[in-house]
């Protein structure tokens, strides 16, 4: 959704719509900065459209109220701009409910961009039925995940939607055209724009931020230390570890050392402590789900944290067949978030299965936080945990568990391997005859 951090954009001409084609109210989302008011004035001009902004703030750390500013400049009328703070919504109502499944893309990824799509899809749409808006319009290019988890959300929930992608219809395809077109609008361009930008494009929320495109498009380019901006490195980071206890009530996290806090007081909180003791890099190559590899850089520090808790407080209170049932379907849930399937019925089928495990999901967890590492250090549930120091203690028992019984077990368990080894050694000796067997003699014909 950077403009001029992407150097390979597609390069389709500019369509013309037909007359018949051309909506009346389009809702943009809407940041401010230079692309998203680019997008803005080429929507007025080529579809000859009302425009309404939605500016959301789900925890990107920049000031979003400058977006009002910007938009009345640009000919919005107040009551068709909607700047939202949506941070709570999006750690309750999608972060959370991630992290409940213990999601990973491809064994790493913890999803922080993929998680942001549907909510933004959603409110766009629900502004689009407020303002009687029949098309929305987003700023992700032709070539990535965005523009799929933005659509497939939006037919989801409003499945006539007209969806306007300027990228895959303009050719305004380098800086250059860029840059004139902004000067012919009177659309203002800082010195860093105008001079490249940065060397990459990133994109930032409550949970992560993520950065790729520019140099990074080299998998064998390492970034500089000051790329980052939520961690400090594990090499300068305290020499003192740091303990925190998490509070968990059905798998979510309510209170950290004790103290309540809203969802997104917990994601905050933990962002600075983890992002303090360097925890929470990672450097990937992944499969984009429109066919191409891309390389990607991200800081999830409070998310790391949040994982490594969640899988501490379900070993003791959640089943072991429930646990590996979850661990088989976690790369499917993973797979329909980073798709954009959050609004899909499968998703939404194991999501009520997943949610349902974490009614047990209730205690406490202590976690050292060391130089990028993260160690668990403690656990308890006082209403559900299914750890028993009786059966499991080396020492005498009482009598709680019988070792004998394991004998049986054992056995049992081994029959089909039994039977396929004496399967295996009854063909051996067969050979082993076979082989040693004289052969028979060809009488010679005269």
């Known amino acids: 959704m950077h403009l001029f951090a992407k150097s390979n954009m597609p390069t389709s001409k500019s369509k013309s719509p037909s007359s018949q084609q051309l909506p ?28 309404v902004t939605f500016t959301a703030d789900i925890g990107q750390g920049e000031e979003i109220e400058p977006a009002r500013a910007k938009a009345i400049k640009m000919g919005i ?9 949506l941070r709570e919504e999006f750690v309750r109502d999608f972060v959370f409910p991630m ?20 909510l933004i899809a959603k409110r766009l749409v629900e502004i689009a039925k407020k303002t009687k808006a029949d098309a929305i319009s987003h700023g992700a290019t032709g070539k990535g995940n965005d523009q799929v988890r933005f659509e497939l959300g939006a037919y989801a929930l409003m499945p006539n939607v007209k969806v306007i992608a300027p990228w895959r219809e303009w050719d305004l395809l380098s800086r250059e055209k860029l840059l004139a077109y902004a000067d012919q609008h009177g659309i203002p361009v800082d010195f860093k724009k105008r001079k490249g930008g940065a060397p990459y494009s990133m994109d930032a929320n409550l949970l992560h931020i993520s950065y790729e495109g520019g140099i990074l498009e080299d998998p064998n380019f390492a970034p500089e230390d000051s790329m980052w901006r939520l961690t400090v490195s594990p090499e300068k980071a305290p020499s003192k570890p740091q303990t925190i206890e998490l509070t968990y009530v ?20 933990l962002n600075q402590v983890g992002g303090k003791h360097g925890i929470g890099r990672l450097d990937k190559v992944e499969n984009r789900y429109v066919g191409m590899k891309s390389r990607g850089c991200y800081e999830t520090p409070g998310g790391t944290i949040l994982l490594s808790g969640h899988r501490a407080i379900e070993s003791i209170t959640l089943d072991r067949e429930v646990l590996a049932l979850k661990d088989d379907l976690m790369p499917r849930y993973a797979r329909l978030v980073y798709n954009g399937y959050w609004f899909s019925p499968e998703r939404e ?3 009520g299965l997943i949610d349902a495990s974490q009614a047990t999901a209730n205690g406490k967890v202590r976690l050292k936080l060391y130089k990028g590492t993260i160690m668990c250090v403690g656990r308890e549930s006082a209403t559900d945990s299914l750890f028993d120091a009786k059966i499991s203690t080396f020492d005498d028992d009482g009598g709680a568990y ?29 050979s082993r005859s076979k082989s040693k067997a004289p052969a028979k003699k060809v009488a010679k014909k005269r």
């Open 250 to 269: 059905k798998g979510d996290v309510v209170a950290i050392d004790g103290k309540k806090m809203s969802p997104a007081q917990v994601l905050t909180h």
């Open 77 to 85: 009328k107040k009551e068709n701009i909607f700047i939202e703070d």
């Open 349 to 351: 089928l194991l999501q």
């Open 99 to 118: 992290f409940r499944a213990n999601a990973l893309y491809e064994g790493e990824y913890l999803l922080g961009t993929s998680i942001a799509r549907p």
């Open 402 to 430: 019988n070792q004998a019984d394991a004998g049986g077990f054992i056995k049992l368990n081994a029959l089909r391997m039994r039977i396929a080894g004496n399967l295996k050694a009854s063909r051996a000796a067969a």
């Open 24 to 51: 009346k109210r389009v809702v943009l989302a809407y940041s401010g900065g230079l692309d998203t008011s680019i997008i803005l004035k080429w929507l007025q001009d080529e579809y000859g459209c009302e425009v």
